[in-house]
């Protein structure tokens, strides 16, 4: 990409283009290279992490141990989990914050960028170490990723390099989460108040103080099981005198907020994506922004309703029941103000717009699911059976990872100039669509049957229904093909020149004002923010159209 | 680093990096509270 920004009488020597070959990749500080470069990190992991899905849907493919032994399949869930929440979905959140966070505020860069590229290149050294495990003497992880003691402190060799993975994420995610709010709090353009910003920013800024918040714990969650290990403490450990039980309740202090990270910014892209194809501005902006901090608030007092058959007091299971309910109540505020924006709209239907529908429909099913699983009395029957592997599948796959999808079918004519090949863009939706819920909702039903996560092997009475659950899985997996043909097309493929500047009639937003592809540095001079949230004077990089 | 992002002036930069600065003892503090709460639970 060539700087294409004008040089109006001002010394710009030192804002030349990105440098050749390999090293602009390992030095950039540029808020879209990084964001490339997480985006195809991201990009491999849920490759690696697809792979390790099909090989526990093979072996469920049938009754009895046909492939893997127990163990490795116990090493696939704990590592596909791992894989696909820190090593897919994060990181393509932190990419699509990194390219989109400063064009929609007005800001050059974002704040501290050699903290970036620090941040990012850590990622590839935690992932090597913790997928080098595969490959060590004894075998990877296989405590599920939740790493619940006793059971994880059994892990021979690759204890060590697991513990040492997940501090080696949780810095790159803080550091990704500080850059995200300092950023947005102090280099706003002139006139972009807090409440004039896009919604993808706000849940951006909400979700990087759950970061902040909770992957400290993590880290001394997961350092204290290394000492328990190796230096002879106990924290968890029962024969010391300590309590496993409490390992559950920190490490659910950080994983659940971590829910809600996985998904903040899927709220906020469907929430842009959305208003431009129905041609309605978002129905219930305040009330958005005060429903994501609502929902950020109360994922730190539900923790407890992923321990419900732990044998906690009365009381705190009433009020872990009770809190997680509260949570329907922004979230419903949120799919009410998607379904009110389409009202009466003028819709179309291009490719973001229908995987941020699929999102809308899917999620939502997955909440209710997660509604169910909220009323304790009911979960002792559910806990720990296919119906949580069901309910927390439909709210990330067609949920956070159908909204990333959404998100670059929407950002990539930005990105590279060019156009994605509509028909192929619907042909991956309706195969992803179809094929999605044809692998995750039979295990509702293998759930309330009575089959048990995590296992190898099951009764032959679930065999049908896993039967087409491993189908569908094959078919989605395979599907994604069609997606990665499309976004190569369009990264390599030659400029048509097709693509303007504001790219969907719909739109709105700074973003929208730089040329197509977006120029190496954007908004060197801030634009100026009007009243209704639309620049009244563009930023030098911006192009008047 | 041969390709800068577009300069920060030196106020900017002063601001970015006090805020940041109060971000990560606010992460060091979430750590502090958790481990005094861990070890009071024992």
Same mark, same amino acid.
């Given at each position: 990409m060539a700087h294409a920004h004008a040089h109006d009488g001002h010394d710009h020597d030192h804002h030349h283009g990105p440098d050749? !070959? &390999?090293?602009?990749? =390992?030095k950039t500080t540029n808020h879209k290279d990084l964001g490339t470069l997480y985006l195809c990190f991201s990009f491999i992991m849920f490759f690696i992490g697809g792979l390790?899905?099909?090989?526990?849907? @093979?072996? $469920?493919?049938?009754? !009895?141990?046909?492939?893997?032994?127990?163990?490795?399949?116990?090493?696939?869930?704990?590592? %596909?989990?791992?894989?696909?929440?820190? *090593?897919?979905?994060?990181?393509?959140?932190t990419g699509l914050a990194n390219w989109m966070v400063p064009m929609m505020i007005g800001a050059g860069d974002l704040a501290l960028p050699r903290v970036n590229n620090w941040g990012f290149w850590i990622l590839p050294f935690g992932f090597a170490m913790l997928l080098s495990t595969l490959f060590m003497p004894g075998g990877a992880p296989a405590g599920g990723w939740t790493m619940y003691p006793p059971l994880v402190l059994q892990t021979g060799n690759a204890f060590p390099m697991l513990i040492f993975a997940v501090h080696l994420l949780g810095i790159s995610s803080i550091t990704g989460a500080i850059n995200v709010v300092v950023t947005i709090l102090n280099m706003r353009a002139p006139g972009m108040t807090l409440l004039k910003m896009p919604l993808f920013v706000w849940t951006w800024l909400i979700t990087a103080y759950l970061l902040i918040a909770t992957m400290p714990v993590l880290a001394g969650a997961v350092t204290m099981l290394l000492t328990d290990k190796y230096f002879g403490t106990s924290f968890f450990t029962a024969s010391g005198g300590g309590d496993p039980v409490l390992f559950q309740h920190i490490f659910w202090f950080f994983g659940h907020p971590e829910v809600y990270i996985l998904i903040l910014p899927a709220f906020g892209i469907v929430s842009t994506i959305i208003p431009t194809f129905a041609r309605k501005p978002l129905f219930g902006y305040a009330s958005m922004v005060y429903a994501t901090a609502s929902i950020g608030f109360l994922s730190f007092i539900v923790w407890a309703h992923h321990m419900f058959t732990v044998g906690m007091p009365l009381a705190a299971e009433l009020f872990f029941m009770f809190s997680t309910m509260l949570i329907a109540v922004p979230t419903g505020v949120k799919v009410f103000n998607w379904v009110a924006t389409m009202w009466r709209g003028s819709m179309t239907f291009e490719t973001p717009m229908l995987f941020a529908l699929g999102f809308v429909f899917l999620f939502t099913l997955g909440g209710f699911s997660g509604l169910m699983l909220a009323i304790t009395p009911v979960d002792f029957q559910y806990h720990d059976t296919y119906f949580v592997v069901a309910h927390f599948h439909y709210v990330l796959?067609? *949920? @956070?990872?159908?909204?990333? &999808?959404?998100? &670059?079918?929407?950002? =990539?004519?930005?990105?590279?100039?060019?156009?994605?090949?509509?028909? $192929?863009?619907?042909? %991956?939706f309706w195969l992803s669509a179809i094929f999605i819920n044809v692998t995750f909702f039979p295990q509702h039903f293998l759930g309330l049957a009575g089959m048990q996560r995590r296992v190898p092997d099951y009764n032959v009475m679930f065999t049908d229904f896993n039967v087409v659950s491993s189908i569908g899985a094959f078919a989605f997996f395979f599907s994604q093909f069609i997606f990665i043909g499309?976004? $190569?097309?369009?990264?390599?493929?030659?400029?048509? !020149?097709?693509?303007s500047d504001r790219v969907w009639e719909g739109t709105h937003g700074l973003e929208w004002t730089?040329? /197509?592809?977006?120029?190496? %540095?954007?908004?060197?001079?801030?634009?100026?923010? !009007?009243?209704?949230?639309?620049?009244? /004077?563009?930023g030098q990089t911006a192009k008047a159209h | 680093m041969t390709q800068p992002a577009p300069q920060q002036d030196r106020e900017q930069a002063r601001r970015n990096l006090r805020l940041a600065l109060i971000h990560v003892v606010l992460a060091l503090g979430f750590l502090a509270g958790f481990v005094w709460i861990t070890v009071a639970q024992r």
């Open positions: 050749k !070959g &390999i090293m602009r990749w =390992i390790m899905s099909l090989v526990i849907r @093979a072996e $469920l493919f049938q009754p !009895g141990l046909q492939f893997v032994d127990p163990e490795f399949f116990n090493s696939m869930t704990t590592m %596909h989990a791992l894989v696909m929440i820190f *090593g897919g979905v994060m990181p393509a959140f796959v067609p *949920g @956070a990872v159908f909204s990333i &999808i959404a998100a &670059i079918y929407y950002w =990539i004519p930005k990105w590279t100039g060019r156009m994605y090949n509509e028909k $192929l863009g619907k042909l %991956h499309n976004m $190569l097309v369009c990264m390599f493929g030659k400029r048509d !020149g097709k693509v730089v040329p /197509s592809p977006a120029p190496y %540095h954007t908004f060197e001079d801030p634009p100026q923010v !009007g009243e209704n949230g639309e620049p009244v /004077s563009a | -």
